[in-house]
């Protein structure tokens, strides 16, 4: 293989990483918090969606992810209601909101099926970002650098500061946290908000990095891979960048394996790779509990307080 | 109110009630500085609510709290710790997943770097003898280390008044030892501290002074160390307890339900060990069970019921047959029922109907359910006829259990298992928060059901209820069961002392073990 | 001035059936104002999708063909639900149960008699009572998540299928497309009202569900499914294993889930397709709790859901709106639902002031 391969593969990983990388962050915060959102799927739809329309209307890119991200947001919101203020369950909750959001965004789309806007490029100058070598680092749209800046803060923000650390406490304990003095329900509210808001940065990559047009159901089940990303990584941001790279060239590598037809592998076994590999993942969290990595204690258990 | 007052916090007739309960009826006393301060009474005497009031987390309905000598509110439990008051719970509120250091920092109101949070930790460590590792993970901890991030998290907060809330129930000898050094040099320093305990030996030796609830009132204060735990026991209990009269009986009937050598080692939600568990009651016999609640009674109970199942073979015998390797449907078929101790979610479950409650338990003896199928009339005149023999209020066979009051639940759940005509009962706290009507009740129905025959096996806090219905009885501490003592003969004094922890103490503990073996 | 939830001292039975009613009402309105916000006919869209499948007969047999699915799968899931075990992977047991009773149509497909279809039927439920027995074994064993577990195998479940129709399973005499050759007549679900679509598995659904009614109301097992669901030291002193409920709960679901697919395999579509899952065991879950959990609700729920669906469908060629639309509606029942829910147990009441709770 040269260079030239190489490169584009890389580039093609990198691609398919980045919007379950985005979800899968906002979801390990929400998970964090000990709330359980499968409407990944639904936001991301939102977001894709009203991102591609905005742009599409407005021609500016960075408009389209705002408002994106504010409708997936909103949407989050419609969940948190649902689950934290009146301890609706949150599978149901969240099943529902998925669909909701492949419906609605169905729906929004329409008018926009077949229509194209320009790629949200990279920000960099042409000479490095088409650049034969070079551009396998200068080369990608912005979204894929904030992604990494995003893991970065994420990382740092659960480790190192008091916020996160009250997001964790109140993930692991809620009653504790409600004891002495946290309010477990504002800081859930906070976690799906920002859930809901990475959800929709990750359905604009679809709409406006990969594709760049809208089709129904454009996300293809990408928010179920980002959720069993959050679960394979243990709930750990530094993981979560590994897994979303290997999910992603599991999936590139699926794609290239279906077009090519080679034989060594069946694409499907690599398709169910990530979920595979999730369940033995949780198996291996469960024998080993006290290696810290186990999952929020308190996850998808409703909480009322007291008094 | 005027002058500047010598004591650090003084109440002053803190009244508070609850729907049907008068947890605290004008309390009073204050503490000075660098006082330890015992607040002594049995579970339910209003001791939790009143430090509660004190740590914002309630508010009293009258009466006065003050503050170095200035009237105050305490708003909420933030207030309080900006006031100079920490709290240690019995249940402690740590995050099992996090480090000692996260569970500190978590407790501190102000923002704090982690390096400096850390220097301090080791700070307070060094001065008051606390050994632990700021590193390590909470769920790897023992009890007694766990609960010195909670006193570290309060001593970082420079308290000038400390509540510590039975902060021994779960303690080793050896961890108990060194919390009273930690405390003592507290004290020191000018913090007042008040311990709420009912385990008289450790107020002895810890405390300056004593106030002592029943019922919700004070009804004595004195030096612990001038008094003898005698007396204090009899203040605890009530200086009114009178030897109760009761006819005693002699003609039992042939063991029916022994125990021999039970241990079970308390690991898992298993909170307290039982080491050696011995007694025997007869037909007719009621056998009573007394100790401080967290003794190992739940535990006890799960055991001889079958709910837990028990780690040797023939340690339990019903009529002479080993029943240590049935489950508790088997057991209950062989004719042992058991009325478990909390009536919410254990005896009964909530949101189900009477009739749905009755076939918990009493589907197979009382022939509720044949072939799989429910057979619901049957468990509706079952129902009835519990309703009608108890005295139930209730409207009716469908009403849900959770719409009962407290004492009526209680009628219900243990008429449901005596109506069973079990050939021995276990029942562990039957009147616990029933009125004195419904105690009543149960108590004559307890007695009628062992002139029949039954052996019975009543586990209580309450010594005057046990005193009123048992033929024989014995106390629980730490998993350990004392001798048998003869209720017309054992004097108030001796339970008294046993049920107050004096059996704890290593010494005497190990003797009564003996004479349990030579009984 | 904050509203403040008042619990009544006993949960209202009135609400707990009415609210199913306001949560479809309040769907229809709300849902024709938000497709009229988007710039659709809202009013009509709510008549092709709520009205229309009701009103014209020929709709009917549609309806009996949707609900069936729905309603076997969602009466298996409630009954899991009500033991407090979230099996939220029905769709991924749905298709192994439709797998399994395909390999024995594969297997058979020279063959004829009267036992082949009994057969698939049972290797049907027993694909997806086994699919499920997998979280089952986690859960039990080593306490893992079993909403998480049994979604994931969903999604395995479809690779496996897509596998299937693409490698062995493949028709050989069908185009190199990527499905199995079809079912011969000892294979399918025969037709139970003639010049219909109504296949055998739509009555079965329903017996099913009227079964499941009986066992939950009538039987030890389904008080031990309540109790151990609704208070676990309850259970346990009343004799009953919450392992043992675990493992009968997701079984009960897979194999619920595992029949239905085979019904639908063996019905409407007659073969494997890559197709075949449809979203049902998702949906299901909605079903279950519209229904209230309950059998006779659910076989309700079922009904609305398929209306849906048959609306839906409707509306597609009326009203040219995408076919997911239909879920819009089918989500809004259950937030309006959910929300209503809390009317159950609580009335709302408005509170001015009087603040004692933290002040963080």
């Known amino acids: 293989m040269n260079d030239t391969i190489i490169i584009s593969i890389i580039m093609t990983v990198v691609g398919a990483s980045t919007p379950i ?58 969940f948190a209601y649902l689950t934290l203020t009146l301890t609706a369950n949150q599978v149901a909750t969240g099943l529902a909101l998925t669909i909701f959001g492949i419906g609605i965004s169905s729906l929004m789309g329409e008018p926009y099926v077949g229509k194209t806007i320009e790629i949200f490029s990279s920000w960099f100058p042409a000479s490095l970002a088409e650049h034969p070598q070079l551009r396998v680092i200068f080369g990608y749209s912005p979204l894929v650098y904030v992604s990494l800046i995003l893991t970065v803060s994420v990382s740092y923000f659960l480790k190192k500061t008091r916020a996160g650390l009250i997001l964790r406490a109140v993930g692991e304990s809620d009653t504790s946290a409600h004891s002495i003095g946290y309010s477990v329900i504002g800081v859930r509210y906070a976690a799906v908000a920002f859930g809901g808001a990475m959800a929709g940065l990750a359905g604009c990559y679809f709409s406006l990095v990969l594709t760049p047009l809208w089709s129904e159901e454009l996300t293809a089940g990408r928010g179920w891979i980002a959720l069993a990303l959050v679960v394979f990584a243990a709930w750990k941001p530094s993981r979560l960048l590994f897994g979303a790279y290997l999910f992603g060239a599991i999936m590139t590598l699926e794609l290239h394996a279906k077009a090519a037809g080679f034989s060594f592998i069946a694409p499907e076994l690599l398709a169910a790779m990530p979920y595979l590999a999730t369940i033995v993942v949780l198996a291996l969290i469960s024998l080993r509990k006290s290696s810290g990595l186990a999952a929020p204690a308190c996850l998808a258990k409703p909480f009322k307080p007291s008094t | ?80 710790r900006q006031l100079g008051v920490g709290m240690v719970f019995q249940h402690f509120s740590l995050f099992e997943a996090m480090t000692v250091l996260e569970n500190i920092a978590l407790g501190m109101d102000a923002k704090i770097s982690q390096n400096l949070l850390e220097e301090k930790i080791r700070e307070v460590m060094d001065v008051y003898g606390l050994k632990l590792d700021p ?142 568990i011995s007694f025997s009651v007869r037909a007719g016999e009621i056998f009573g069970i007394a100790g401080v609640a967290g003794n190992g009674q739940n535990e006890l109970l799960m055991v001889l019921s079958g709910e837990i199942p028990a780690s040797n073979a023939d340690t339990i015998k019903l009529d002479g047959k080993s029943v ?67 005295g139930v209020k209730t409207t009716g066979a469908h009403s849900p259990a959770g719409s009962l009051s407290g004492g009526n639940l209680q009628k219900f759940v243990v008429g449901r298992e005596i109506m069973q005509n079990p050939d021995v009962l276990l029942i562990s706290q039957p009147t616990w928060g029933v009125d004195a009507g419904a105690a009543a009740a149960i108590h004559q129905a307890i007695v009628d059901l062992a002139e029949n025959g039954s052996a019975i096996i009543v586990i209580s806090q309450d010594l ?56 | 001035m904050l509203i403040e939830l008042e619990k009544r001292k006993e949960p209202s039975q009135t609400m707990l059936y009415l609210t199913p009613v306001i949560a479809v009402l309040a769907t229809m ?45 969602a009466v298996g899931l409630s009954i899991g639900f009500r033991a407090n075990v979230w099996n939220i992977g029905a769709e991924g047991q749905y298709i192994v149960g439709g797998l399994a009773g395909t390999g024995i149509a594969l297997l058979t497909w020279e063959l004829e008699g009267w036992w082949i279809l009994p057969l698939m ?240």
Request: proline share 4%.
């Open chain 2, 135 to 276: 590193h390590r993970i909470v769920s790897t901890l023992s009890v007694g280390e766990r609960q010195r991030i909670e006193i570290v998290r309060a001593l970082l907060l420079n308290p000038r008044l400390l509540i510590m809330d039975e902060p021994t129930s779960v303690l080793t000898p050896q961890e108990v030892a060194q919390l009273f050094g930690t405390l003592r040099k507290l004290s020191k320093t000018g913090c007042s501290i008040l311990y709420i305990s009912h385990k008289l030996h450790e107020i002895k030796e810890l405390c300056d002074q004593a106030t002592i609830l029943r019922g919700g009132k004070v009804v004595g204060a004195c030096d612990p160390k001038q008094e003898t735990s005698k007396s204090m026991a009899e203040m605890m209990i009530g200086g009114d307890l009178k030897q109760i009269e009761k006819d005693v009986k002699t003609e039992f009937g042939a063991p029916r339900f022994v125990v021999d050598n039970l241990s079970q080692s308390g690991e898992g939600d298993f909170g307290v060990a039982l080491s050696d």
């Open chain 2, 1 to 80: 109110m005027t002058d500047k007052s010598n004591y650090r916090i003084e109440l002053e007739a803190i009244t508070k009630s609850f729907p049907g309960v008068l947890a605290n009826d004008r309390v009073s006393f204050s503490i000075k500085p660098g006082e330890i301060h015992a607040l002594l009474g049995e579970n339910g005497a209003g001791k939790s609510t009143l430090v509660k009031m004190i740590y914002g987390i309630m508010q009293p309905d009258e009466g006065e709290i003050r503050w170095e000598g200035e009237a105050i509110k305490v708003a909420n439990p933030k207030a309080a």
């Open chain 2, 324 to 390: 240590a390797d049935q489950n508790i449907l088997q057991r209950r078929k062989h004719g042992l029922c058991a009325v478990p101790e909390e009536r919410n979610g254990h005896a009964a479950v909530v949101d189900f109907s009477l009739s749905d409650n009755a076939l918990l338990t009493a589907r197979e003896r009382m022939n509720l359910a044949s072939g799989g199928l429910i057979k619901h009339s049957e468990a509706r005149s079952y129902t009835d006829d519990v309703i009608s023999t108890f």
């Open chain 1, 21 to 78: 990388l985005l979800a899968a962050l906002g979801e390990l915060i929400v998970e964090k918090s000990g709330v359980l959102n499968l409407g990944i799927e639904g936001m991301m739809l939102i977001g894709a969606v009203v991102g591609f329309a905005v742009t599409l209307t407005t021609g500016f890119h960075l408009l389209g992810i705002i408002i994106a991200m504010l409708a997936s947001t909103l949407s989050a919101m419609l």
């Open chain 3, 121 to 360: 039927c049972v290797a049907g439920a027993i694909g997806g009572a086994l699919y499920a027995s997998i979280p089952a074994f986690l859960k039990t064993k080593l306490n893992v998540n079993e909403i998480l577990s049994s979604l994931m195998l969903t999604y395995a479940s479809i690779q496996l299928l897509y596998y299937l129709m693409r490698g062995p399973w493949k028709d050989p005499e069908g185009f190199n497309f990527p499905q199995t050759r079809l079912f011969n007549d000892s294979q399918i679900l025969p037709e139970i009202i003639p010049g219909t679509i109504v296949h055998l598995g739509v009555p079965l659904a329903f017996i099913i569900a009227l079964i499941a009614w009986f066992v939950m109301s009538k039987s030890i097992f389904g008080f031990q499914i309540r109790v151990v669901g609704s208070a676990p030291a309850a259970a346990r002193y009343g004799g009953f294993s919450a392992k043992r409920t675990i493992w009968m709960a997701m079984l009960i679901g897979g194999g619920f889930a595992g029949l239905a697919g085979i019904f639908e395999a063996a019905g409407p579509f007659q073969q494997m397709v890559p197709q075949f899952p449809t979203g049902y065991g998702f949906t299901a879950i909605i079903v279950a709790f519209l229904g209230r959990l309950h059998p006779i609700g659910i076989i309700l729920g079922g009904l609305v859901l398929a209306i849906s669906y048959v609306g839906g469908e409707i509306a597609q060629t009326s009203l040219g709106l995408p076919n997911a639309a239909a879920g819009i509606f089918q989500a809004m029942m259950l937030f309006f639902l959910l929300a209503a829910d809390i009317l159950v147990k609580y009335r709302l009441k408005l509170n001015v002031a009087n603040q004692t709770g933290d002040a963080s």
């Open chain 3, 29 to 73: 309105i709300v849902g024709g104002i938000l497709f009229t916000l988007i710039g659709h006919n809202g009013f009509a869209a709510v008549k092709e999708i709520f009205i229309t499948p009701v009103i014209d007969t020929h709709k009917w047999q549609d309806l009996g063909i949707k609900a069936a699915p729905l309603i076997l799968i």
């Open chain 2, 464 to 519: 005057d209820e046990l005193l009123a219905i048992c033929d024989e009885m014995a106390v629980i501490n730490e998993g350990k069961l004392s001798k048998t003592l003869k209720v017309g003969e054992a004097s108030v004094d001796e339970i008294g002392l046993l049920m107050g922890g004096v059996h704890g103490e290593p010494n005497t503990n190990q003797d009564s073990v003996e004479n349990a073996h030579a009984h």
